[in-house]
């Protein structure tokens, strides 16, 4: 199967040190992700919870690398991929201006069958949550 990878690239009006707090922060995660259990830290697994319960975790994995305010690493899986991790890549830039943030969401063709459905849709998704994110950090 050929490799299935999503690639974003926005533009922010933001420093990347700003923007990192969006990435890493449970309460701004929430802001245009989902909220996080608690802040992502340098080591050890991770959780978004539900928007509908507290209680519920949506999302989890585990922190592969952080450089705060350039690069973050992750595993994402939820249930609807049944125990299947992809990767996502958080890359920052910063410029005069703002910050380039570039996100990598590869590892879909493990999904097998679904693969590319799974990552249709995840990027659609992307996008609404991008949009979210530059209206959060305005």
């Known amino acids: 199967m050929n490799k299935l990878t999503i690639t974003k690239t926005v533009h922010l009006k933001a420093p990347a040190s700003h923007v990192w707090k969006f990435l890493t922060e449970a309460n701004r995660l929430g802001e245009w992700f989902h909220?996080?259990?608690?802040?992502?830290?340098?080591?050890?697994?991770?959780?978004?919870?539900?928007?509908?319960?507290?209680?519920?975790?949506l999302i989890w994995g585990?922190?592969?690398?952080?450089?705060?305010?350039?690069?973050?690493?992750?595993?994402?899986?939820?249930?609807?991929l049944q125990g299947v991790e992809t990767t996502c890549t958080w890359s920052l830039v910063e410029i005069d201006g703002g910050t380039i943030l570039t996100l990598v969401h590869e590892g879909w063709e493990k999904v097998?069958?679904?693969?590319?459905?799974?990552?249709?849709?995840?990027?659609?998704?992307?996008?609404?949550h991008f949009a979210r994110l530059r209206k959060a950090l305005s």
């Open 35 to 57: 909220r996080g259990k608690s802040d992502l830290v340098s080591k050890g697994g991770y959780a978004l919870l539900s928007d509908k319960s507290e209680e519920e975790t």
């Open 62 to 80: 585990d922190i592969l690398e952080f450089n705060p305010h350039k690069h973050l690493v992750h595993t994402f899986t939820h249930g609807h």
């Open 112 to 128: 097998g069958e679904a693969a590319f459905d799974m990552t249709a849709n995840h990027d659609v998704g992307w996008d609404d």
